[in-house]
T-cell receptor, first 118, second 115 residues
Framework: AQSVAQPEDQVNVAEGNPLTVKCTYS??????LFWYVQYPNRGLQFLLKYITGDNLVKGSYGFEAEFNKSQTSFHLKKPSALVSDSALYFCAVRDPNAGGTSYGKLTFGQGTILTVHP | EAQVTQNPRYLITVTGKKLTVTCSQNMNHEYMSWYRQDPGLGLRQIYY???????DKGDVPEGYKVSRKEKRNFPLILESPSPNQTSLYFC??????????????FGPGTRLTVL
């Protein structure tokens, strides 16, 4: 069964500093990985995804993420945080090799609250 | 404007009173899904649909029903709601071209309270 973990409930950084939001996953083969962001009282918005190819993927709002197969991780990063980046971040995983009724499942982590202080 | 709409946005109901939350998308997406969001638990998938008349259970399907009679609509039905179904519900959709590699577009959410 596929699963994803976000080990930190909260991450606090100062504006201008680099930020990292951690994500680890478990699937039977090669995963499809996604990051979404939820701003207060809003729905989720897509940030970036890893499907195949380059381990470093770039996304919206200056975010990037690094796929590390050996560590089964897909950490979200940004070189210089902004106060406006403060939000709830979700990592999600798909197992394209899942069979039967599990094929279309998408599993989310529990979310990480990012707070960027001025 | 490309969007996923949900109705109602807020609903307070009582235990056992059947309700339906509607979801509609105007992007001609094949894939649609329902999630519930609870503090500390993140988003959990309830049901998903790969196309018209094709639905499958997610991770927490108990107490919910869905149907997909038209491509654009994917209603979530609670036949006999209970207080443990109090939650924030999101509908989402995506294209299926390229397999399941595409990102999902989310609706604004429906906050349901069951008393």
């Amino acid at each position: 069964a596929q699963s994803v973990a976000q080990p930190e409930d909260q991450v606090n950084v100062a504006e201008g500093n680099p930020l990292t939001v951690k994500c680890t996953y478990s699937v039977s083969g090669n995963p499809y990985l996604f990051w979404y962001v939820q701003y207060p009282n809003r729905g989720l918005q897509f940030l970036l995804k890893y499907i195949t190819g380059d381990n470093l993927v770039k996304g919206s709002y200056g975010f990037e993420a690094e796929f590390n197969k050996s560590q089964t991780s897909f950490h979200l990063k940004k070189p210089s945080a902004l106060v406006s980046d403060s939000a709830l971040y979700f990592c999600a995983v798909r197992d394209p090799n899942a069979g039967g009724t599990s094929y279309g499942k998408l599993t989310f982590g529990q979310g990480t609250i990012l707070t960027v202080h001025p | 404007e490309a969007q996923v709409t949900q109705n109602p946005r807020y609903l307070i109901t009582v235990t056992g009173k059947k309700l339906t939350v509607t979801c509609s998308q105007n992007m001609n997406h094949e894939y649609m899904s329902w999630y519930r969001q609870d503090p500390g638990l993140g988003l959990r998938q309830i049901y998903y649909s790969m196309n018209v008349e094709v639905t499958d259970k997610g991770d927490v399907p108990e107490g919910y029903k869905v149907s997909r009679k038209e491509k654009r609509n994917f209603p979530l039905i609670l036949e006999s709601p209970s207080p443990n179904q109090t939650s924030l519900y999101f509908c989402a959709s995506s294209l299926l071209a390229g397999g399941l590699t595409n990102e999902q577009f989310f609706g604004p959410g429906t906050r349901l309270t069951v008393l």
